[in-house]
């Protein structure tokens, strides 16, 4: 079946720290490959895909490859911002698109 | 399109009583999703449509839950006789057919359900 398994957290980086939230998944198939962020109070906003082996998905300053042989998704940011604050999810979708598994969320706090 | 629209935001019910709530989508996504999350937990698949068909709705969590789309636009989860167990946040996404699998669900900002 399909799972995803993400480091746990909380995370606590001073302002300017490289970060890295590990993720690894088990899929049939190709699955695409997803990191969600949720800041407090609110709903789950894309943050970057990737949707086969290779691939690096980027945007605003995060990254993550898909890594077939080692079945990760490593989210990474070279600089962290306070207002990267929130909670991240790694997920995974087969091609259909009927269902997304989602990890189980890190918690990130950045501090001054 | 101002994105997915969820309401309401938060609902507060006693144990035992009815809730209803509301997802209107991004109007041009014919795929609505219904998510459950709990606190500290990823989001949970509960059902989704396509148009006004429910496509999967196995794994609702008990016959005390149902959702409908009966114009292939907004949809409403209900949750009958609610427990204390059904605190949680309920998420409601969209997606055009499905793109999702490799363009991702557009989510709302849910409503989050206290019972107290």
């Known amino acids: 079946g399909n799972s995803v398994t993400q480091m746990e957290g909380p995370v606590t980086l001073s302002e300017e720290a490289f970060l890295t939230i590990n993720c690894t998944y088990t899929?049939?198939?190709?699955?695409?490959l997803f990191w969600y962020v949720q800041y407090p109070g609110e709903g789950l906003q894309l943050l970057l895909k990737a949707t086969k082996a290779d691939d690096k998905g980027s945007n605003k300053g995060f990254e993550a490859t898909y890594r077939k042989e080692t079945t990760s998704f490593h989210l990474e940011k070279g600089s962290v911002q306070v207002s990267d604050s929130a909670v991240y999810f790694c997920a995974l979708s087969d091609r259909s698109g009927n269902q997304f598994y989602f990890g189980t969320g890190t918690s990130l706090t950045v501090i001054p | 399109d101002t994105g997915v629209s969820q309401n309401p935001r938060h609902k507060i019910t006693k144990r035992g009583q009815n809730v209803t709530f509301r997802c209107d989508p991004i109007s041009e996504h014919n795929r609505l999703y219904w998510y459950r999350q709990t606190l500290g937990q990823g989001p949970e698949f509960l059902t989704y449509f396509q148009n006004e068909a429910q496509l999967e709705k196995s794994r609702l969590l008990s016959d005390r839950f149902s959702a409908e789309r009966p114009k292939g636009s907004f949809s409403t989860l209900e949750i009958q006789r609610t427990e204390q167990g059904d605190s949680a946040m309920y998420l409601c996404?969209?997606?055009?057919?499905?793109?999702?699998?490799?363009?991702?669900?557009?989510f709302g900002s849910g409503t989050r359900l206290t019972v107290v």
């Open positions: 996404a969209s997606s055009l057919g499905g793109t999702g699998g490799a363009e991702g669900y557009t």
């Open positions: 899929a049939t198939g190709y699955p695409s």
